[in-house]
């Protein structure tokens, strides 16, 4: 299940079934799962533990040094669930500071040359298409589609069910089932489609159009204002909750 190129640190820690291809390079300090697959030339380093049938493809570069230019040493980390797929050329970096840790979650898709910088907080079943990249700090919650030449700034936050559009330059945070685009990219309408496939139910979406409504089209002074109207109007089912949770939450201010 190893091929006789593959260069392996004897420290590091391999699971059961593991199949690592030609030429790849896992470091001393890495530790994977059960039943993952290295294709071929794909590089595993830093202290990076990886969960259960994660599959690499060639010239994956995952757990590398932070290209921060503020590292100053210690021990950093890179941690990832489980059945993450990170096509050719993809880009994770581990944290900046001593202590910290970029986080990956499971069941996430990461396409061609996407990159994860330093300290990132990735959710699950999150799609990132080709050329997609977020700069360090950025949190994206579950079941996020980032489409192809996607750029997230720096401490952004994309929340649940959000599907941003290609070529999009991402400034202020992205609320949660909300649809984006542009450069900058502002929110356009709800994700219908993408909270339809989650199973949301139809008496939800409406609150969450309404809410939209609200928060973006109606000529309201403040988000404070806006907020507390969605909350005075609106049923309080979890999904509205959790939007103006969000929004409130918000330290770069919202992409409107």
């Known amino acids: 299940m190893i091929h006789p190129t593959a260069i392996i640190h004897p420290n590091a820690r391999i699971g059961a079934n593991c199949q690592i291809g030609p030429y790849c390079v896992i470091g001393e300090n890495v530790a994977l799962g059960d039943d993952c697959q290295l294709h071929s030339h794909v590089v595993v380093d830093g202290h990076t533990t990886m969960g259960r049938g994660n599959e690499m493809f060639p010239f994956a570069a995952i757990g590398t040094k932070t290209q921060d230019l503020k590292y100053s040493g210690g021990l950093t980390r890179l941690q990832i669930g489980d059945h993450n797929v990170f096509r050719e050329g993809v880009t994770v970096h581990s944290a900046t500071n001593d202590g910290d840790s970029t986080v990956l979650g499971s069941h996430n898709l990461f396409l061609t040359h996407v990159h994860v910088a330093h300290d990132c907080k990735l959710g699950n079943h999150i799609i990132m298409s080709g050329f997609a990249g ?64 989650y199973g949301i139910s139809e008496e939800t979406q409406n609150a969450l159009k309404h809410a939209y409504k609200i928060l973006f089209r109606e000529a309201i002074p403040t988000m404070t204002a806006a907020l507390a109207k ?27």
Not at 135 to 148: F, I, K, Q, T, W
Not at 238 to 251: M, N, Y
């Open 134 to 197: 977020l700069a360090g700090h950025v949190v994206v919650e579950d079941n996020v589609v980032l489409a192809g030449y996607v750029a997230v700034h720096q401490f952004c936050r994309i929340g649940k069910l959000v599907m941003v559009g290609g070529c999009s330059k991402i400034r202020q945070d992205v609320p949660p089932y909300m649809l984006a685009d542009g450069q900058p990219a502002i929110v356009h309408t709800i994700n219908k489609v993408g909270i339809e496939r």
């Open 230 to 256: 969605v909350e005075s109007e609106l049923p309080p089912f979890p999904e509205i909750k959790h939007l103006v949770q969000f929004i409130r939450a918000s330290e770069r201010g919202i992409s409107k």
